[in-house]
């Protein structure tokens, strides 16, 4: 590394003069100044910072990714990287607390002088989005319009531009579609794992039909659930069925990315698959802070707006609340739980399974 002979002053370096002569009030513009509305184009400039954090986080990922083979020593790197993404969520959601010390009147003090300007516009935001996995025909009806209507030209282009790259989810997809050990020799996994499954439900029904303290309708009603769970189990292993979710976009997975992610959940402990299983946690985690700081959004609106319009002509608090639930990404990692088995019950590796996925020496 090269010696820096030349003398660095702090606020060159951060070039402050540029960062703290960027907050330009529109009220202003029009008369009296709004007391709070420094406070809002701050908190805003900050939360535009941390998007450009989470863009650079998440661009090295993807380039890692996008290697034909992601060699086990970059894992470590990614795991790093998204721990320090899920870091900058906590601080974001901490921000609301913030902006919610300003009161619903002194938004009103400015808040018409920013119309149409709207979070929708936030090409940052949207630009994370995209690239982790959220697509335009997956958003819902006005985002989707809005998506398209209320950017400049630049933006709509640039943003169509990110959507027709592929997103982690999509390198994830491939990555795990390599996953080695289902089928070694004559062991097949799928086969072993469906047997146990199928015995785990008969002494889940006997249980059911030994319980004496069960009412005959609270059997019935028992064992209704048990063959509902069956049904869920078949429709992961069978690839008809599927196929069918995956149409219905109950799934975005394919199958065998689907259960080589399960396949990585259930042998967590094996050490080679416990990287592999932090990265599912981490996206767990960035999935569920990203549907909280969406509730907090909305709650936030309601809390400013009431059932008003927003700036950028949504339905406000009901727009927002709608995303909470909609614009999800990791979604099949969470349902992976639904077919987790007890360790008693798991098949046993292969020794020579189990040999490639030690660590050795």
Same mark, same amino acid.
């Given at each position: 590394?090269?010696?820096?002979?030349?003398?660095?002053?702090?606020?060159?370096?951060?070039?402050?003069?540029?960062?703290?002569?960027?907050?330009?009030?529109?009220?202003?513009?029009?008369?009296?100044?709004?007391?709070?509305?420094?406070?809002?184009?701050?908190?805003?400039?900050?939360?535009?910072?941390?998007?450009?954090?989470?863009?650079?986080?998440?661009?090295?990922?993807?380039?890692?990714?996008?290697?034909?083979?992601?060699?086990?020593?970059?894992?470590?790197?990614?795991?790093?990287?998204?721990?320090?993404?899920?870091?900058?969520?906590?601080?974001?959601?901490?921000?609301?607390?913030?902006?919610?010390?300003?009161?619903?009147?002194?938004?009103?003090?400015?808040?018409?002088?920013?119309?149409?300007?709207?979070?929708?516009?936030?090409?940052?935001?949207?630009?994370?989005?995209?690239?982790?996995?959220?697509?335009?025909?997956?958003?819902?009806?006005?985002?989707?319009?809005?998506?398209?209507?209320?950017?400049?030209?630049?933006?709509?282009?640039?943003?169509?531009?990110?959507?027709?790259?592929?997103?982690?989810?999509?390198?994830?997809?491939?990555? %795990?579609?390599?996953?080695? #050990?289902? &089928?070694?020799? $004559?062991?097949?996994?799928? =086969? @072993?794992?469906?047997? *146990?499954?199928? /015995?785990?439900?008969?002494?889940?029904?006997?249980?059911?039909?030994?319980?004496?303290?069960?009412?005959?309708?609270?059997?019935?009603?028992?064992?209704?659930?048990?063959?509902?769970?069956?049904?869920?189990?078949?429709?992961? %292993?069978?690839?008809?069925? #599927?196929? &069918?979710?995956? $149409?219905?976009?109950?799934? =975005? @997975?394919?199958?065998? *990315?689907?259960? /080589?992610?399960?396949?990585?959940?259930?042998?967590?402990?094996?050490?080679?698959?416990?990287?592999?299983?932090?990265?599912?946690?981490?996206?767990?985690?960035?999935?569920?802070?990203?549907?909280?700081?969406?509730?907090?959004?909305?709650?936030?609106?309601?809390?400013?707006?009431?059932?008003?319009?927003?700036?950028?002509?949504?339905?406000?608090?009901?727009?927002?609340?709608?995303?909470?639930?909609?614009?999800?990404?990791?979604?099949?990692?969470?349902?992976?739980?639904?077919?987790?088995?007890?360790?008693?019950?798991?098949?046993?590796?292969?020794?020579?399974?189990?040999?490639?996925?030690?660590?050795?020496?």
């Amino acid at each position: 590394m090269q010696r820096n002979d030349e003398p660095v002053y702090y606020g060159d370096y951060l070039e402050l003069d540029k960062i703290l002569n960027a907050q330009q009030l529109k009220s202003a513009e029009y008369g009296k100044k709004a007391h709070d509305e420094t406070l809002f184009i701050i908190v805003h400039q900050v939360y535009e910072l941390w998007f450009k954090q989470i863009l650079h986080e998440l661009n090295s990922i993807l380039s890692i990714f996008s290697q034909e083979k992601v060699e086990e020593r970059e894992m470590g790197t990614i795991n790093q990287r998204l721990g320090r993404i899920i870091e900058i969520q906590r601080v974001l959601q901490e921000q609301f607390s913030v902006i919610e010390t300003m009161t619903p009147l002194d938004f009103l003090d400015f808040r018409d002088y920013l119309v149409p300007a709207s979070g929708f516009q936030s090409i940052q935001f949207r630009s994370i989005e995209i690239k982790l996995g959220l697509r335009m025909n997956q958003r819902v009806q006005f985002d989707q319009s809005s998506f398209i209507n209320r950017l400049s030209e630049d933006d709509k282009k640039y943003l169509l531009a990110v959507e027709g790259s592929p997103s982690l989810l999509d390198f994830l997809e491939k990555w %795990l579609e390599r996953l080695p #050990f289902l &089928e070694f020799g $004559e062991f097949k996994f799928w =086969k @072993l794992y469906k047997e *146990a499954v199928e /015995s785990m439900l008969i002494t889940d029904r006997e249980i059911v039909n030994n319980r004496t303290q069960l009412t005959d309708g609270e059997k019935q009603k028992q064992l209704i659930e048990l063959d509902v769970t069956e049904q869920s189990f078949n429709s992961i %292993l069978d690839e008809g069925l #599927f196929a &069918e979710l995956k $149409e219905s976009n109950v799934v =975005k @997975l394919s199958q065998k *990315a689907f259960l /080589s992610a399960l396949f990585i959940s259930l042998y967590r402990d094996e050490p080679a698959l416990n990287a592999p299983y932090k990265l599912i946690q981490n996206l767990i985690d960035i999935d569920e802070n990203f549907t909280n700081w969406r509730h907090r959004h909305a709650l936030l609106a309601h809390r400013m707006l009431g059932t008003k319009i927003g700036t950028g002509g949504s339905s406000g608090h009901e727009y927002l609340k709608s995303t909470t639930s909609n614009n999800r990404i990791f979604l099949d990692f969470f349902n992976l739980s639904t077919f987790l088995i007890p360790r008693s019950s798991l098949p046993e590796l292969p020794k020579k399974v189990r040999e490639k996925l030690n660590f050795s020496f």
